[in-house]
């Protein structure tokens, strides 16, 4: 074989590598160019950034679909929340075994009876004392799960259960005593008033709001 042939036997190989190389950074811009043109495409709040995407899809041969269609990462999040289960009872009942059942955003909470004589008497005295209190009924379906968490956390078994800014204070005999010995405005302050009372040294009568 001549020098000739040596020669373009070379330049033919060169060639074909560097076709080789020429497609796959062509596939690899391509790969660049259709995730660049599915993020500009999510861009609804920039119209002149969607645009751009649209500009790209349609060079590509790609249809565009009005804003009213789900853009990609909608779809993802769509797929997403379809393969994740709701909650069940018992991953709901996790969540609440693990912030307590005392709201120190609320004034007062009472767990109790509609049936239970001691559970209408605390919410008369809340009542009289027009405090704002979330009463929740232990008998209604929804709402039984609470039961076994509330005697694990208060170690009382018996109704009414009473919270005074996430605090549990007891039952209707408790409640009755702070209400008695005129405690109750000062125990269902909030943290940063309970501060500015202790601070002034007498504390305030005012009856504070959820």
Known sequence: MGLKENLLGAAKSAAAQAGKGIATGLNRADELGGD??????EKKDSPTLRKIGERMAKLGGLSVDGDD????????????????????AAENSATDAAKGLGDPEIAAQIYGRD??????????????AKVDFDYLQLD???NRHFENKLISETKQDTVPY?????????????????VR????????????DKKAADASGKPSTT????
């Open 36 to 41: 660049l043109r599915d993020y500009l495409l």
């Open 69 to 88: 269609g789900p853009s990609p990462h909608e779809e993802a999040m769509a797929a997403a929340a379809a393969v994740a289960p709701p909650p069940t």
């Open 115 to 128: 049936s239970c004589p001691w559970t209408g008497r605390a919410i008369t005295l809340l009542n009289n």
């Open 140 to 142: 209604e379906s929804e």
């Open 162 to 178: 009473v919270f005074l800014r996430g605090e549990f204070v007891g039952g209707y005999n408790e409640l009755n005593e702070i």
């Open 181 to 192: 010995v005129g405690r109750l405005d000062y125990r269902i302050l909030s943290v940063d």
């Open 207 to 210: 009856i504070a709001a959820r």
